[in-house]
């Protein structure tokens, strides 16, 4: 099982550029990755999803080394409405493995 | 599109009581999950089914069962409830294993 781990908590500023970095050491060669963001109360929404080197869509950049034991989320200019929890998941069914989350608190 | 829906949001039980969750997506997704979620814990997935008919067991599935009879429904069953499965029960569906996944807004089970 490809176990996940990410910083417990980050904080930043708005308009800061923020990188959450979720460590995969595990990972089987036909795994992607993919992140979540979850606001209190709802249910985690995709945000963005990858297999090898960069990904890029219209909210966030993914950026997976060579040898994928680990990616990186990149939030550009990140804004009040960005707070949240980001999971990282690794893996198909049965295997499903969530991370604890990374909680992210941005100030003004 | 109302995505995936979860039925009911909000339940107390008393310990022993029986129940079942309803979830229901209109997307025509093959795969559907179930989930909980406990403080500091993530999400652990409990049962899925990768199409009509089929289920098959998660991380946690001890005390749960499934049912899939339609496509669009997937239906979870607590049996004999326990505080231990006191929990936010999240469901969500996808096209494929790897495809990213759709969640409901959970619901939330108080065991007494």
């Known amino acids: 099982l490809a176990k996940t781990t990410q910083p417990i908590s980050m904080d930043s500023y708005e308009g800061q550029e923020v990188n959450i970095t979720c460590s995969h050491n595990?990972?089987?060669?036909?795994?992607?990755i993919t992140w979540y963001q979850q606001f209190p109360s709802q249910g985690p929404r995709f945000i963005i999803q990858g297999y090898k080197t960069k990904v890029t869509n219209e909210v966030a950049s993914l950026f997976i080394p060579a040898d994928r034991k680990s990616s990186t989320l990149s939030l550009p200019r990140v804004s009040l409405s960005d707070t949240a929890v980001y999971y990282c998941?690794?893996?198909?069914?049965?295997?499903?493995?969530f991370g604890k989350g990374t909680t992210l608190s941005v100030s003004s | 599109n109302a995505g995936v829906t979860q039925t009911p949001k909000f339940r107390v039980l008393k310990t022993g009581q029986s129940m079942t969750l309803l979830c229901a997506q209109d997307?025509?997704?093959?795969?559907m999950y179930w989930y909980r979620q406990d403080p500091g814990m993530g999400l652990r997935l409990i049962h899925y089914s990768v199409g009509e008919g089929t289920t098959a067991k998660g991380e946690v599935p001890d005390g749960y069962n499934v049912s899939r009879l339609k496509k669009q429904n997937f239906l979870l069953g607590l049996e004999s409830a326990a505080p231990s499965q006191t929990s936010v029960y999240f469901c969500?569906?996808?096209?494929?294993?790897?495809?990213?996944?759709?969640f409901g807004d959970g619901t939330r089970l108080s065991i007494l």
């Open positions: 969500a569906s996808s096209f494929g294993g790897y495809q990213p996944q759709h």
């Open positions: 595990n990972i089987a060669t036909n795994d992607y």
């Open positions: 997307m025509n997704h093959e795969y």
């Open positions: 998941l690794v893996g198909d069914p049965p295997a499903l493995i």
